[in-house]
Structures are given as structure tokens and as C-alpha cells.
């Protein structure tokens, strides 16, 4: 089992910059990728960014070079830095942590990008 607690999201106005961050517990040397979803109201739940556990990033082609994912292994901690955020942005975005046989969800945290 794995636990994430998600936390970082909010309101902001286009053009500024969020930073989200996931904490995960339980069994996480099994843990093989950590990542960000979004689902935005009727659409489906994209991958945004993960990160495994070699230190291999990958991105949706909407976010390069605005969104940066990382993570602080003391901590157990996943972050995603969001910036030159864009209304399309907007979403409830979802923590995910891969291990080689299943997944698990994080509850979700809100982001709206609106003036």
C-alpha cells in the first residue's frame, strides 16, 4: 500500500506559478515512477509530467518548458513547479505512484487559472 497526501493548489491568474507537491507512505521502495495527471471538466485524465526512479523525467508536449517535475527522496516528496500557468491549465490535478504491478491516486488538488 501507498499513501499520497497532495497539497499546493489554489487559484491563480494566467501567467503566474504554482507549485504542487505530493508526499508519499507505505510500501515506497516499491515505487518505480511518481507522476501528475489533470482532468479537466469533461476530459479525460492526462498524464502531465512523472519522474522515475532512475531520475527520468517525461512531459505532456503542453506543459515543456513551462512545468518542471522533481522529487526529494529525503522526504519522499514529489513536486511539480508550474509556471507561466495558462487558463488551459486548469484542472484538478492527481498524484500517481507507479509500482511494477499496480497504482495508486492521490485525492486530488485544485488548480484554476483565471483572471
Known amino acids: 500500500q501507498v499513501q499520497l497526501v497532495e497539497s499546493g493548489g489554489g487559484l491563480v491568474q494566467p501567467g503566474g506559478s504554482l507549485r504542487l507537491s505530493c508526499a508519499a507512505s507505505?510500501?515506497?521502495?516499491?515505487?518505480?515512477?511518481m507522476g501528475w495527471y489533470r482532468q479537466a471538466p469533461g476530459k479525460q485524465r492526462e498524464l502531465v509530467a512523472l519522474?522515475?526512479?532512475?531520475?527520468?523525467?517525461k512531459y505532456a508536449d503542453s506543459v515543456k518548458g513551462r512545468f518542471t517535475i522533481s522529487r526529494d527522496n529525503a522526504k519522499n516528496t514529489v513536486y511539480l513547479q508550474m509556471n507561466s500557468l495558462k487558463p488551459e491549465d486548469t484542472a484538478v490535478y492527481y498524484c500517481?505512484?507507479?509500482?511494477?504491478?499496480?497504482?495508486?491516486w492521490g485525492q486530488g488538488t485544485q488548480v484554476t487559472v483565471s483572471s
Open positions: 500517481n505512484a507507479k509500482l511494477t504491478n499496480k497504482g495508486y
Open positions: 507505505g510500501s515506497i521502495f516499491s515505487i518505480v515512477a
Open positions: 519522474v522515475t526512479s532512475g531520475g527520468l523525467t
